[in-house]
């Protein structure tokens, strides 16, 4: 099976500053990560999402690092803005079993303006 | 957003009555998932659909059916509401689940077993 670990559960950085937000997997096999963004009251809502062929991968002011060997993975999102305000979690998909995909509990960002 | 839809958006409910909620989704995609979304858990699979009236548990099935009778369609039942299951209930839908494709969710919804 597959577990998935966030490094810490909040964070607070000033309007224009950068975060980073990291999770951690435990299945060396796992091989697709996906980066999803929770609003209050919302389901979550995808960001970003990276294979395993890959170490980085960039969207409109995010960019997704895996690092394989730690089996470790990051979420930078850059200029961070108020509305970037909300929970991120990661997930990864655990091809050993049933293709399940499996959350950390994820990180509460707070945009300081 | 996608098109999912998912209803009712709260519910209150007793223990021991059943309750179904509904996820609706625009799409045309094969598979639907049911999710849980607890204090302190990541969000946790109950059942799955990979097709009409295909269906299969996840991690936190017991206490929880499922049906699929047409492909926009996946329902979600509690047989005989506990307060353990007052949580905070996500329908997911993906094209694919082998070929690494994103799960998109839908708002949610809350329920309270009192």
């Known amino acids: 099976g597959e577990s998935v670990g966030l490094h810490l559960p909040t964070l607070s950085v000033q309007e224009g500053d950068n975060s980073i937000i990291n999770c951690a997997y435990s299945n060396s096999a796992s091989d697709y990560f996906i980066w999803y963004k929770q609003e209050s009251g919302k389901g979550p809502q995808f960001i970003i999402d990276i294979r395993s062929n890959m170490d980085k991968r960039q969207g409109q002011r995010v960019t997704v690092l895996l690092n394989k060997t730690v089996k470790h993975l990051s979420l930078q999102i850059a200029a961070t803005q108020p509305g970037d305000s909300a929970v991120y979690f990661c997930?990864?998909?655990?091809?050993?079993?049933?293709?399940?995909?499996?959350f950390g509990t994820g990180t509460r960002l707070t945009v300081i303006p | 957003d996608a098109g999912i839809t998912q209803s009712p958006r709260h519910k209150v409910t007793e223990t021991g009555t059943p309750v179904t909620l509904r996820c609706h989704q625009t799409?045309?995609?094969?598979?639907m998932y049911w999710y849980r979304q607890d204090p302190g858990h990541g969000l946790r699979l109950i059942h799955y659909?990979?097709?009409?009236?295909?269906?299969d548990k996840g991690e936190v099935s017991d206490g929880y059916s499922v049906s699929r009778s047409k492909t926009e369609d996946f329902l979600l039942t509690l047989e005989s509401a506990t307060s353990s299951q007052t949580s905070v209930y996500f329908c997911a839908i993906s094209e694919s689940r082998v070929n690494n494709q994103p799960q998109h969710f839908g708002d949610g919804t809350r329920l309270s077993i009192l």
């Open positions: 997930a990864v998909l655990d091809q050993t079993g049933a293709n399940n995909l499996f």
């Open positions: 659909s990979y097709g009409v009236k295909d269906t």
């Open positions: 799409e045309n995609h094969r598979y």
